[in-house]
């Protein structure tokens, strides 16, 4: 069953996504630097009246929990912030695209969190991100 | 001494202000800056332009440096010194070279260093001008450095 990206749904089936992904199991076990919202940004012509977050508490290798929240009660929740519109968290989801090159190219942006620490993880980083492929994902246009 | 403002002593340019790699850079370096105080004196002795080319990206940025003043440009502004072409990752993974401690000199022994050696030989990393320029490379490499 498809789950319509960004939801409630979805953010289950992506927690189940990356604690099933051995990978992200091996990159992320020494990651204890909190909790990361994946922020996609208000887009109201596809029914996101404000910008919404996928918060996962990450820790050691596992993703212990994912809420679906909006954007601002995130935020203060999470030790790292990625934001970026709509359509270029799809692609990043459909096109597996690595994260870094995204934020070289300014599509998302790194708006909280400390950058050496997650340059020191970017094999983790790219993992969570690589999870999402596998949820069966219904995409808003 | 007291600490410079490193925050006023950095700045990205308004044309660079949506180049994501240029923003990394700095952000990288200004972090680097205020957290590693014995890095402070790579950046106060650095004098030169550095582009960065990362080329799966097709994202260019120059970095400016003056002497404990460091502007960042948004693709290739003037005549380098050093240009580094190389894919996103590899540049990214020159901030993770490992330093000789108490030196601070890129550790080409470590697994980092040797990695980034083999890129360098097989052409997957590209730094032009290194021969003429030694200091400002190895400077450079130790203000990126998150180590």
Known sequence: MAHLFPSEA???AYQAAVNANPNYKVAGKDWTHGKVALIVRADASIGLEQDMAI???VNAGTCHGASYLTGEAARPLAAFAVEGPYDHWKQLIIENQD?????MQGRLKLTKGHLPTMIRYVESSKQLLSSAQSVTTEFRR | MGTLDYSARIEVLASAQNNG???MVADLIL???LEHPDKRDAFARLRGRVAIVAEDAEVAMTL???GNMLTVH???VGIPDLTVRAQGEDIIQMSLLELIPHVGLPNLFSSSGRAFMHKTQTGQVRVYGALLHI???LRLTRLLSVY
């Open chain 2, 74 to 76: 948004d693709g290739i």
């Open chain 1, 55 to 57: 918060l996962l508490d």
């Open chain 2, 64 to 66: 400016e440096f003056a």
């Open chain 2, 135 to 137: 200091p400002l490379l």
């Open chain 2, 31 to 33: 972090q680097n800056l």
């Open chain 1, 99 to 103: 994260p870094i090159k995204a934020l």
């Open chain 2, 21 to 23: 790699l240029a923003q």
């Open chain 1, 10 to 12: 979805w953010t289950a």
